[in-house]
């Protein structure tokens, strides 16, 4: 009976010496751990007609070069689109330029997958500024964008702004056979 105390005495002392240095070395590197999004979405003035379109960015920070991808999943297109208007915050002050903003057919990323454009949709793209300041983005197809499962984003290649907040995107959309652009939904960014 004592010899068998003695050996686990013995073996626990064996394996803390293993296993305490073993966690204070791996310490330090638990400090790069990618911080964690939470699914929790807030939203202004949330009521039954408006409508959360899904949006990716890579970066989140103040003054960093930012990649932001507003997508248009087959769900939130009930036709084929002629025109999409993507409505700019006047809090947004971040600098577009044509030749940093595309539109394209893209995978959604997730789990496995990162978000990619897969082709590019040849467009007009316009950049529109009101007298109030309120700012737009014009997107003309060469040729509409059909119903089908295809998912479809506009990608703006930007500065993100110096003050940090959350941002209100509205899209538009002008229908095949209609004169005026109807309500597509909203997506929020977040700047921390």
Known sequence: MLKNTRKHNLNFKILRFLIIPT??????????????????????????????LNWFQKENRR????????????????????????AIPKTFKSTLKNEKISFCKVR??????????LEDIPADIEIN????????????PYSPIPINKESYAIVLK???????????FHSFGQPKGQSFSTYLGSSTI???
């Open 158 to 168: 930007i500065f993100n702004p110096k003050k940090s907040g959350l941002f209100q």
């Open 63 to 86: 003054k960093f070069r930012n990649t932001i991808y507003f997508f248009f999943r087959p769900s939130d297109r009930k036709s084929d689109l002629l025109k999409i208007n993507l």
């Open 108 to 117: 959604i990323g997730g789990f496995e997958n990162r978000t990619k454009c």
């Open 23 to 52: 966690f204070f070395v791996s310490t330090p590197f638990f400090k790069n751990i990618q911080e964690a999004n939470a699914g929790l979405e807030f939203q202004w003035n949330q009521d039954s007609s408006y409508r959360r």
């Open 190 to 192: 977040v700047i921390d």
């Open 129 to 140: 500024t009101d007298e109030s300041g309120l700012r737009s983005v014009d997107i003309y």
